[in-house]
């Protein structure tokens, strides 16, 4: 692998960090499997691409698109709430209905920012770096302190709340939690967090397009096993680091599965290698588990 | 003081798997009296409970505590006032979350979530001093999640949380019936420590003719959503396990045959 690939697969793994701390925070902290991500992370590209390329402010634009992908989560959290409906079920409607609004966003189907400024260009030449490290630091960033907010949020006594509701509603209702409100608020954070990764991928690769959304789930689901079955932690910190660790690491090792020209592995295979490095990531503990429970009941004997 | 006037509680209004559940509870508790709520499965003791708490809404009448009309108040807005302790010992605690943690939930109770942290080592004195009362240890094991405890464990923490904040009444519901006799025993006085302590109003739903008697000062029974009857005093004093079942089996030939509920009510 190049230098250069290696940097841009390191900058798509940081990106998609912010997506598996949202992905974390509905399937681990509230229990609520949220496939709305792969719409909004759309949303979020989408929304940003099209306003930059209407000249609004590039900070303004990002802040939008993670606003309306933030709004996305609200609509899954309303039509659960509200109408009863299955969360998996909820989540699936407000993702097809984005796939057409995000059509109606851009008026086609993608939309370029070639020639456009984005929220990179203020950082162009700083230090005297080159583009190409100047892009993951600028990533880094933003994932790291996106996930330091969300540790440090998840540690006050509204994120506290929230735990509670996805671990025991009756109980966190019985302590005066207002479950409803918990729920919203997360997946507003959460599908906003998507929508936030979404924009910066539009605008460090330069277009957004309506297909780009898809699979969003699955990659994000897939950092968070990883990282977890990495770093088996209780503090929130470790936590939510784990999980963009673990989306960098997914995409490395998607990374150098096909490049390994021994292999033969094309890019049209992706999702083949992203399916065995989750189900890899699941068995992995237990067999370990399984493997240490053996072991002490050979000292034993 | 709670009061609850033409009480009526029906599930599945208008289905034809309508059930009335309570139907027509008049009942005012003073302030600081201990009440034992006894009668058969599907007496209504639990569904008048959740109705206090504000989980089940009621379909006609009054609740109020004090003279503040709390009908229409959802079980969260009821919080400031009520405690409550669950029969499952894992509804009352979070099992993903760590022992301080769950005192922290407790500790917020009636408060706004805020975006203050959520623990801090005021919290963790007060946590530490509370459950070494409990003399099982658990003062070092703040950091445990509660998952790990055992039932009897986790309904003793559950306890202590019901009573972290102020609050004048507590609702228990059966709260020792999933455990050892021994751990019981232990969760009975610490729970009448603290009512005794903290002068709360309380109503304990309970199986155990013994223990109803053996508590508080006023015992009622339910059957089919009603009181049938309501003993306190020194009427109550003279009674044992055995005329209270008399009581029971006289209450219900009044209205129809006399069941196997004799059974499920045994000491």
Not at chain 1, 134 to 163: D, E, K, N, P, S
Request: aromatic share 6%; proline share 2%.
């Amino acid at each position: 692998m190049s230098l250069f690939s290696f940097m841009g697969t390191l900058e798509l793994g940081l990106i998609y960090g912010l997506v598996a701390i949202g992905v974390y925070l509905t399937f681990r902290i509230l229990d609520f499997p949220d496939l709305t991500v792969d719409g909004s992370f759309t949303l979020g590209a989408a929304v940003t691409a099209t306003l930059i390329v209407m000249g609004v402010n590039v900070f303004l634009a990002t802040l939008i698109g993670t606003l309306a992908a933030a709004c996305a989560g609200l609509v899954t959290a309303w039509l659960n709430l509200r109408f009863n409906i299955l969360h998996l079920l909820a989540s699936i409607l407000t993702m097809t209905a984005l796939y057409t609004i995000n059509l109606r966003v851009m008026g086609k189907p993608n939309v370029a920012l070639i020639m456009e400024p984005t929220i990179l260009t203020p950082f162009e030449g700083l230090f005297g770096l080159p583009d190409m490290y100047m892009r993951v630091i600028f990533v880094a960033v933003c994932a790291v302190v996106g996930g330091l907010l969300v540790a440090w949020f998840l540690r006050t006594q509204y994120g506290l709340a929230m735990r509670a509701v996805g671990s025991n509603k009756r109980m966190a209702q019985a302590n005066g939690i207002v479950v409803k409100q918990k729920v919203y608020a997360g997946l507003a954070l959460s599908n906003g967090l998507v929508g936030l990764a979404g924009a910066l991928f539009a605008q460090t690769n330069g277009f957004a397009d309506s297909t780009m959304g898809i699979g969003t789930i699955v990659v994000g689901l897939a950092a968070v096993i990883i990282g977890q079955s990495l770093f088996a932690s209780r503090s929130m910190y470790v936590i939510v680091l784990s999980c963009i660790v673990g989306s960098v690491l997914y995409r490395l090792a998607v990374s150098l599965a096909l490049n390994a020209d021994f292999i033969g592995f094309s890019a049209s295979d992706l999702n083949l290698i992203t399916a065995v490095l989750v189900a890899l990531a699941l068995i992995f503990p237990k067999l370990r588990n399984e493997w240490k429970a053996k072991q002490a009941a050979r000292n034993e004997a | 003081m709670i009061s609850c006037e033409g009480l009526h509680v029906t599930f599945n209004r208008g289905l034809p798997t309508e059930k009335l559940a309570i139907r027509g509870i008049d009942l005012t508790i003073p302030m600081g009296e201990f009440v034992t709520v006894i009668g058969s499965n599907g007496a209504g003791k639990s569904t008048l409970l959740n109705t206090i708490a504000g989980d089940i809404k009621s379909t006609k009448g009054k609740i109020l505590f004090g003279d503040r009309d709390v009908t229409k108040l959802p079980a969260t807005g009821r919080t400031a006032d009520i405690a409550r302790v669950f029969q499952d010992p894992l509804a009352g605690t979070c099992g993903d979350l760590t022992v301080e943690e769950n005192m922290a939930l407790a500790y917020g109770r009636g408060q706004r979530g805020r975006l203050s942290s959520a623990l801090n080592s005021k919290m963790r004195n007060i946590f530490r001093e509370q459950l070494s009362r409990l003399n099982l240890g658990l003062e070092n094991r703040l950091e445990s999640q509660m998952g790990l405890l055992s039932g009897g464990q986790r309904q003793s923490v559950s306890l202590l949380m019901s009573a972290l904040q102020p609050s004048s009444i507590l609702l228990l519901d059966e709260h020792t019936a999933a455990l050892d006799p021994k751990t019981a025993a232990l969760i009975m006085d610490i729970t009448s420590q603290i009512i005794t302590e903290k002068q709360l109003t309380v109503m304990m739903v309970t199986h155990s003719m013994r223990q109803a008697l053996d508590h508080g000062s006023r015992t009622i029974m339910l059957h089919e959503g009603k009181i049938i009857f309501d003993l306190s005093g020194t009427e109550r004093a003279g009674y044992e396990v055995k005329d209270l079942l008399n009581l029971f089996a006289q209450a219900k030939n009044d209205g129809e045959e006399l069941d196997d509920d004799k059974l499920l009510l045994g000491a």
